[in-house]
């Protein structure tokens, strides 16, 4: 739900003050959401999206930093000298 989702990202230090400048709306409008209060369909949408977006970039940071604590390097692709000529 809207109010679940809203809960992770504050949880995950976003403010509501961040979250609404996010999403497009007010900051009393994250907290009424926050608290269960309907929303307009675009606002649920701009928030899933938001949600979406966040879990995503947690997920590359957490395998970025296994990565990393293993003592690997990403693998980066290396471009030869080809590759560049069809740039």
Do not use: F, W
């Amino acid at each position: 739900t809207i109010q679940e989702m809203l809960a992770e990202l504050l949880r995950s230090g976003l403010s509501q003050r961040v979250i609404a400048e996010r999403v497009g709306t007010t900051q009393p409008t994250i907290n009424r959401a926050a608290k269960g209060a309907d929303v307009r369909y675009v606002t649920g949408k701009a928030i899933e999206c938001l949600y979406s977006q966040e879990k995503e970039a947690a997920g590359l940071q957490s395998e970025l930093e296994r990565v990393l604590s293993r003592g690997l390097s990403p693998k980066i692709p290396q471009l030869s000298y080809d590759d560049t000529q069809h740039m």
